[in-house]
């Protein structure tokens, strides 16, 4: 059975760079998309970005100028950086495995794996 | 970039109740539409995907229709441990993930 764990920081101070890591256990990560995603306390889920097993990249536009997502197969576990971090980055952080599924027409997306989620504070 | 509403952001209904939820996609995504549930304090749970399609293990009172712009999440006959937020996501061919808003369920 896959899991994944976030590990990394839980306080941050503004204008540094937010790092954490996911490191997953139970499966492969071959094949598979592996994707960031935040929750501010009390507010919806952002998706951030997610890396492809090859090391493609796709990063949501409202924070791909801060954002840096990376893989490192050997140690089955991928990272998330953002740089210049402010108190509106504060959320809990998940990591969360993308399944695709081939359908006759198209392919299909879903998150079916998540992490518990880690609290990220930026404060000074 | 493609935005999801979702109404009502909440509602509070009685166990054993029918539960409706409505996701709505600025332009036509076709089924490429998943429904998660988050209860407090958890990650979130994917529930159904390509719009109507039921997880493996998720209970058959779930169910998820709909394909272009409107869908439709139900919950048939409440239960106590359906208190959740509850969340449709939406995706494209890169692919690129957009969540919408979230509707609160809670029972009355």
């Known amino acids: 059975q896959v899991q994944l764990q976030e590990s990394g920081p839980g306080l941050v101070k503004p204008s540094e760079t937010l790092a954490l890591t996911c490191t997953m256990s139970?499966?492969?990560?071959?094949?598979?998309?592996w994707s960031w995603i935040r929750q501010p306390p009390g507010k919806g889920l952002e998706w951030i970005g997610h890396i492809y097993f090859s090391g493609t990249t796709t990063y949501n536009p409202s924070l791909k100028s801060r954002v840096t997502i990376s893989v490192d197969t050997s140690k089955n576990e991928f990272s998330l950086k953002l740089r210049s971090v402010t108190a509106a980055d504060t959320a809990v952080y998940y990591c969360?495995?993308?399944?695709?599924?081939?359908?006759?027409?198209?392919?299909?997306?879903?998150?079916?794996?998540w992490g518990q989620g880690t609290t990220v504070t930026v404060s000074s | 970039d493609i935005q999801m509403t979702q109404s009502p952001s909440s509602l509070s209904a009685s166990v054993g109740d029918r539960v409706t939820i409505t996701c709505q996609a600025s332009e036509d995504i076709s089924n490429y539409l998943n429904w998660y549930q988050q209860k407090p304090g958890k990650a979130p749970k994917l529930l159904i995907y390509d719009a109507s399609e039921l997880e493996t293990g998720v209970p058959s009172r779930f169910s998820g229709t709909g394909s272009g712009t409107d869908f439709t999440f139900t919950i048939n006959n409440l239960q106590p441990e359906d208190i959740a937020t509850y969340y449709c996501?939406?995706?494209?061919?890169?692919?690129?993930?957009?969540f919408g808003p979230g509707t609160t369920v809670d029972i009355k």
């Open positions: 996501q939406q995706y494209d061919y890169l692919p690129l993930f957009t």
């Open positions: 969360a495995r993308v399944i695709i599924a081939a359908r006759p027409a198209y392919y299909s997306y879903v998150m079916d794996v």
């Open positions: 139970g499966g492969t990560i071959s094949n598979y998309y």
